[in-house]
């Protein structure tokens, strides 16, 4: 995050901006609709200007460099070697203005309130699904409500303890969320790499622009789990399902940093109600669990039973207030989409005020009004299942154009959402902004 001071906004040097061509009917974050550069741009790009291309260049091989030393790695499953790959990153970094960036950090921030009510609601009095205001079938039919965590109530009544939020900013200059991610959130180590990447390879920019630092924030972090504990040197774990996860690299990198052990399911032990790190010294009891395992494989006596992932007992740990999980299982509830069609409501309801931050406008077909509508513009939405184990079409469609669809698949989709409205929700199809990004030596537009 940059902002520019009055000595930023002189003249900048035009020789990487010439040739730039915004995507008619975008919003681009550095160019204007009249061609000129937004203010909190200009710094950056006398920067980037002044080193040269070549320079530019050099820097860009430099960052690659340093990713491969780093072994920083985002692994996909569906690849026939492994899927390890390296982490894919520009040199030209994204800027938000600060002042609009106070904007989104006040919504941020009152949307995880909302949704940490909600399952605060949802796994205590329930009494919004009493009341109508949320329908049980989207709770209840969701693999991520896990039941024997019903009336287990965290310290402090916290259960999302970090949250992540994917942002779009669409052609109107409107900021809107397309989706919230609180059962195991990842990039906060990736963005904390791509800094102190982008530092070495452009130390100009970060020596001479105001940008925000990080440190803060995970400084932040810690001290909060800490204080969930109640205890003054508690011994924090992070708990990884393994290499084999597509985001293990910022497993280990955030134990590193942070300073907590690195541990497998295998790794801890339940012992009367309470949790054991094993060690060569012996055990040692755990009093919190960062974890990065999916909360239905923590624990395979009372929820997943197959799971190899877990600890045995870390839900009766979880109960006699032993032992603290961020986040606490079952969050993963408010990551279903069709969630976001009911929050203005909600946030009303709990909090008395309107939603800040709108979300990308979503129709559950579980609700008839909603499913007539997504029935009749199906050429203008996108289709995405309910929960995260159902498909659309194939093992691998989480998500449909139907007016891109032959005419066979069009129908099988529509006769999959009247035969099972539930698992069906509808999205308006949001045009995404452009932000410039460094390719074949210059600056060319690419979506956000």
Request: proline letters at 6%; glycine letters at 6%.
């Amino acid at each position: 995050m940059i902002s520019p001071s009055e000595n930023d906004v002189s003249d900048f040097g035009a020789s990487l901006a010439d040739g730039y061509r915004p995507v008619e009917g975008a919003f681009d974050e550095m160019v204007d609709a009249s061609g000129a550069i937004r203010p909190h741009w200009r710094a950056v790009l006398n920067e980037l200007d002044a080193a040269r291309r070549v320079e530019l260049e050099v820097a860009w091989e430099t960052a690659q460099r340093l990713i491969r030393e780093n072994g920083t790695t985002y692994n996909v499953y569906d690849e026939e070697d492994g899927g390890a790959r390296p982490w894919r990153m520009d040199p030209v970094p994204f800027i938000i203005d600060a002042a609009e960036w106070r904007q989104l950090e006040a919504g941020l921030i009152q949307r995880a309130t909302l949704l940490n009510a909600i399952v605060a609601d949802l796994y205590g009095p329930q009494t919004l699904l009493r009341e109508g205001r949320i329908p049980p079938a989207m709770i209840f039919e969701n693999p991520n409500f896990l039941r024997p965590m019903h009336g287990v109530t965290p310290p402090g009544n916290v259960h999302l303890h970090f949250m992540a939020v994917d942002l779009a900013r669409a052609a109107n200059n409107t900021w809107w969320v397309v989706s919230d991610r609180a059962q195991a959130p990842s990039g906060a180590g990736y963005a904390l790499e791509n800094r102190l990447v982008m530092r070495r390879t452009l130390p100009t920019v970060f020596r001479n622009a105001p940008v925000q630092r990080l440190a803060a924030f995970f400084q932040a972090f810690s001290d909060n789990l800490v204080a969930q504990t109640g205890r003054e040197n508690p011994l924090i774990v992070l708990m990884t399902p393994g290499p084999s996860n597509e985001t293990f690299f910022e497993h280990a990198y955030l134990a590193r940093y942070l300073g907590y052990p690195l541990v497998e399911g295998a790794d801890l032990t339940v012992r009367d109600n309470r949790v054991y790190l094993k060690t060569l010294n012996g055990l040692r009891q755990v009093d919190l669990i960062y974890r990065r395992v999916d909360g239905d494989f923590c624990d395979p006596l009372e929820l997943r039973t197959e799971s190899l992932l877990g600890v045995a007992g870390l839900v009766a740990a979880i109960r006699a207030g032993n032992v603290v999980v961020a986040n606490s299982l079952g969050c993963g509830i408010v990551e279903c989409e069709a969630m976001m069609g009911f929050l203005p409501g909600l946030c009303r309801h709990m909090l008395d005020t309107d939603l800040m931050l709108p979300s990308v406008a979503t129709w559950w077909c579980g609700q008839e009004k909603e499913r007539d509508y997504v029935l009749n513009n199906l050429n203008n939405l996108v289709l995405r299942p309910t929960f995260s184990n159902r498909t659309i079409l194939t093992d691998r469609m989480h998500a449909v154009l139907p007016q891109q669809l032959s005419d066979t698949d069009r129908q099988e989709v529509i006769d999959r959402l009247v035969s099972r409205e539930r698992d069906f929700i509808g999205q308006e199809v949001l045009p995404l902004s452009t932000t410039p990004a460094w390719r074949n030596g210059g600056l060319h537009p690419s979506p956000m």
